[in-house]
């Protein structure tokens, strides 16, 4: 029976969050009232917020998956492999696999949905708070090889770093440039980042 429960929860989860992109993609985000969004998926206001404590919520759970990533990289790495190496390989093989959180990802709704969160002061400011967990939890995992400081500061310049990378791709992607011409340039722009943390680390 929990089993069930958690299933259609997560139904009304998705749905909700569905109906919610799918308004804000067509008209802006601070266009779609939360009371019409509930509408769109069928469930009440008190409902809506049961699910997405804040408005922002809706756009932004579609990256929670990444949420804590780089702490699990860290601490999933293998046997003899520093934890900046396996960070690297972790999100080059992002870039080969089109993860749209890398930017490297030409799919319309892709797209316009990094359009909208760039372009949105609130979306811009709840990410940042998403970012600090993250930070926070891969220096914990750094904090398991290196000292404190070490860890709390590296954590916030990988992770500066992959925001800085991310962004940029898009950015070049959504100037129309195509996307077997962004990738060799996303690449070495990655491989050169790493390298400068790498070298920061001597």
């Keep these: 029976m929990t089993g069930l429960r958690e299933l259609q929860r997560r139904r009304v989860h998705e749905a909700i969050s569905a109906a919610a992109v799918a308004l804000f993609l067509e008209r802006g985000f601070d266009e779609v009232p939360v009371?019409?969004?509930?509408?769109?998926?069928?469930?009440?206001?008190?409902?809506?917020?049961k699910y997405f404590p804040a408005k922002e919520d809706l756009v932004l759970h579609r990256i929670a998956d990444h949420e804590g990533e780089a702490a699990?990289?860290?601490?999933?790495?293998?046997s003899g492999e520093v934890p900046?190496?396996?960070?690297r390989r972790h999100f080059l093989d992002g870039l080969a696999g089109r993860d749209p959180v890398t930017g490297l990802n030409d799919h319309p709704?892709?797209?316009?949905?990094?359009?909208?969160?760039?372009s949105t002061p609130s979306l811009v400011?709840?990410?940042?708070?998403h970012m600090s967990r993250d930070e926070r939890a891969l220096a914990e995992a750094?904090?398991?090889?290196?000292?404190?400081?070490?860890?709390s500061l590296l954590a916030a310049q990988v992770l500066a770093a992959q925001r800085v990378l991310a962004?940029?791709?898009w950015q070049l992607l959504a100037e129309g440039r195509p996307l077997r011409e962004v990738e060799p340039e996303a690449v070495r722009a990655a491989e050169r980042a790493f390298a400068l943390l790498s070298a920061g680390r001597r």
């Design 142 to 151: 750094l904090g398991e090889s290196m000292d404190d400081l070490t860890a």
């Design 125 to 129: 400011a709840r990410l940042f708070q």
């Design 109 to 118: 709704e892709v797209m316009a949905f990094h359009r909208m969160v760039f």
């Design 84 to 87: 900046l190496e396996a960070l």
């Design 35 to 49: 009371t019409e969004i509930a509408a769109a998926a069928g469930v009440s206001k008190p409902t809506l917020f």
């Design 167 to 169: 962004r940029r791709n």
């Design 72 to 78: 699990r990289v860290v601490r999933g790495r293998a």
